[in-house]
Structures are given as C-alpha cells and as structure tokens.
C-alpha cells in the first residue's frame, strides 16, 4: 500500500539563533581570543565565526560568497 503525504501530520520544530546561541553563551566567556600571527590584529573573535556559522546553516546558504552578502 502507498504511503500517503500529509502535511500537516507532522510538525517541524527547527530552533531559531537565540535558541541555539542560549548554550554556548556561558562557554563563550571561558574561550580564550585568537592571537594574530603577523603584525596586523585579527579583526573576528570566536564568538562572530560562532554566530555566523550558526546563521549560516539555518539560514541555508547556497555559498560562502552569499552569506557576505547578506551580512
């Protein structure tokens, strides 16, 4: 017997930023800062690569390029 779609038998609960970011928001205080090697100082903590991988997988990005965009 064929399997029957019904759309709204089941409910998708994806997690919004704030919820995914509550977590890490202790752990972020005790990660220590990147150092930059060369003269010039790094211009990106931890916590905005963090964020911006975050955005990035829920937003569905098609490349990188896209998500400076629209940053």
Do not use: C, W
Request: no cysteine; proline share 8%.
């Amino acid at each position: 017997m064929p399997k029957h779609f019904y759309p709204n038998s089941r409910r998708f609960d994806t997690p919004s930023f704030a919820e995914l970011l509550k977590p890490l928001q202790a752990i972020l205080m005790t990660v220590s800062p990147f150092k930059s090697r060369g003269n010039k100082p790094l211009e990106v903590t931890f916590e905005h690569m963090l964020k911006s991988l975050i955005f990035f997988h829920l937003e569905e990005h098609t490349s990188g390029r896209h998500l400076l965009q629209i940053l």
